[in-house]
T-cell receptor
């Protein structure tokens, strides 16, 4: 059974600081996704990572993938309050294409 | 291009009742997946429909069932509602792998 673990579960950080969220998964997967979710809202797609060594960046967020270690990271640079949200990683593979297994989420709070 | 729309946005039901949730997929998307997200948890895969056929199912009991229509819209039906069915139900549509678009969800409360 595919398991996806994120850490930390909760993260409180000051504006302007850098931090990294980690996502480990237990079996081979074709794709690794990162999503953002604001309270009471749906999921916003951030990144889709397809291959070993893939790195994608959008604004202050950068995601990377190491398929050999089954590890993805989401790095936040110079955090701003607007980045406060819950971040999920997800992989497909246990049930097939586009049938995602999600991590537990990381609730990020940026303190002014 | 319209996005994924779900209805209703909120719903309150009593234990033992039945509920139907609806999802209109993004234009041209032939694959619809449903997820259940309990409070404070990550979404869990329920099932997927591809061109009107079920195309994979997660670890949910048979009282969770679905349909997909020729226009690729979809329904999720839950029979004999239990308190633990209270959750946000999310629908996602896609045409190609890696391109899932999520709707805003239906918040179901079972009392």
């Amino acid at each position: 059974e595919l398991k996806v673990e994120q850490n930390p579960l909760f993260l409180s950080m000051q504006e302007g600081k850098n931090y990294t969220i980690y996502c480990n998964y237990s079996t081979t997967s074709d794709r690794l996704y990162w999503y953002r979710q604001d309270p009471g809202k749906s999921l916003e797609s951030l990144f889709v990572l397809l291959s070993n060594g893939a790195v994608k960046q959008e604004g202050r967020l950068m995601a990377s993938l190491d398929t050999k270690a089954r590890l993805s990271t989401l790095h936040i640079t110079a955090a701003v309050h607007d980045l406060s949200a819950t971040y999920f990683c997800a992989v497909d593979g246990d049930f097939g294409n586009e049938k995602l297994t999600f991590g537990t989420g990381t609730r990020l709070t940026i303190i002014p | 291009e319209t996005g994924v729309t779900q209805s209703p946005t909120h719903l309150i039901k009593t234990r033992g009742q039945q509920v139907t949730l609806r999802c209109s997929s993004q234009s041209g998307h032939n694959t619809v997946s449903w997820y259940q997200q309990a409070l404070g948890q990550g979404p869990q895969f329920i099932f997927q429909y591809y061109r009107e056929e079920e195309n994979g199912r997660g670890n949910f009991p048979p009282r969770f069932s679905g349909l997909q229509f020729p226009n690729y819209s979809s329904e999720l039906n839950v029979n004999a509602l239990e308190l633990d069915d209270s959750a946000l139900y999310l629908c996602a549509s896609s045409l190609w792998p890696g391109q899932s678009h999520f709707g805003n969800g239906t918040r179901l409360t079972v009392t």
